[in-house]
C-alpha cells in the first residue's frame, strides 16, 4: 500500500511539473537571431531581478504577451528552460 501511494504521488508530481513547464497554445515560438541575448527573471527595467541564464543563436523563446520597452515575457528554451524576458530585438520576427 505505501509503494502504491509514493508511485501515485511521484506520478502526480511529474503531471504537475510537466504541465507547468509547458506554454500555452497561444504563445508564439521564435527564434533567436543574434549572436546571443540574456533572459532576465523580472523586467530588466524594475529593481531586484537577475539573468537566469543565456538564449544563443538558433534557440527558441516562446512569447506569451506583448512587447515592453523592448522586451518580451515568455518561456525561453535551449539551457535556461524557464520563464523570463528577453530582448525583442534579437528575436526573429520571421520564424
Same mark, same amino acid.
Given at each position: 500500500?505505501?509503494?502504491?501511494? $509514493?508511485? /501515485?504521488?511521484?506520478?502526480?508530481?511529474?503531471?504537475?511539473?510537466?504541465?507547468?513547464? $509547458?506554454?500555452? $497554445?497561444?504563445?508564439?515560438?521564435?527564434?533567436? #537571431?543574434? *549572436?546571443?541575448?540574456?533572459?532576465?527573471?523580472?523586467?530588466?527595467? /524594475?529593481?531586484?531581478?537577475?539573468?537566469? *541564464?543565456?538564449?544563443?543563436?538558433?534557440?527558441? &523563446?516562446?512569447?506569451?504577451? *506583448?512587447?515592453?520597452?523592448?522586451? $518580451? #515575457?515568455? &518561456?525561453?528554451?535551449?539551457?535556461?528552460?524557464?520563464? *523570463?524576458?528577453?530582448?525583442?530585438?534579437?528575436?526573429?520576427? &520571421?520564424?
Amino acid at each position: 500500500m505505501i509503494k502504491l501511494r $509514493a508511485l /501515485v504521488l511521484t506520478l502526480l508530481c511529474v503531471l504537475a511539473v510537466s504541465a507547468a513547464a $509547458a506554454p500555452p $497554445a497561444s504563445a508564439k515560438r521564435l527564434a533567436v #537571431w543574434c *549572436g546571443s541575448t540574456y533572459v532576465w527573471s523580472g523586467h530588466p527595467y /524594475v529593481p531586484n531581478n537577475w539573468v537566469v *541564464g543565456a538564449l544563443y543563436a538558433g534557440q527558441t &523563446f516562446d512569447v506569451m504577451s *506583448g512587447t515592453n520597452q523592448g522586451y $518580451a #515575457w515568455g &518561456f525561453a528554451y535551449g539551457h535556461v528552460n524557464r520563464y *523570463g524576458w528577453v530582448e525583442t530585438r534579437c528575436l526573429n520576427p &520571421f520564424s
